[in-house]
Nanobody, 123 residues
Framework: QVQLVESGGGLMQAGDSLTLSCAASGRTFSNYHMGWFRQTPGNEREFVAAISGSGRFTMHADSVKGRFTISRDNAKNLVYLQMNSLKPEDTAVYYC????????????????WGRGTQVTVSS
């Protein structure tokens, strides 16, 4: 089992920056590829970013490319989502997830999920 706890959400203004963190506990963190996803009420959850277990490979959704950056610290069992130039359309509950197969993350085929943290961006 892997337990994931997100933190760092809050109420922001357009143009602000914010960093989300996801703390992992349980099995060896570096064995898992990690992803960030987001969901707004009435909409499907969408992929935001993913990072390989080693941190060598990353991918970001087109909607956040150039503004958001995923990273991880395997020594601390943490994964981050640095969000710059926030827009009102970034408002969502943000979830982190862990998966054994890197390419599956983009399809949200993950093994473990956190409970999410709310990010609200006002205009």
């Amino acid at each position: 089992q892997v337990q994931l706890v997100e933190s760092g959400g809050g109420l922001m203004q357009a143009g602000d920056s914010l960093t989300l963190s996801c703390a992992a506990s349980g099995r060896t963190f570096s064995n898992y590829h990690m992803g960030w996803f987001r969901q707004t009420p009435g909409n499907e959850r969408e992929f935001v970013a993913a990072i390989s277990g080693s941190g060598r490979f990353t991918m970001h959704a087109d909607s956040v490319k150039g503004r958001f950056t995923i990273s991880r610290d395997n020594a601390k069992n943490l994964v981050y989502l640095q969000m710059n130039s926030l827009k009102p359309e970034d408002t969502a509950v943000y979830y982190c997830a862990a998966g054994a197969i890197y390419v599956n993350l983009q399809q949200q085929r993950c093994d473990y999920w956190g409970r999410g943290t709310q990010v609200t961006v006002s205009s």
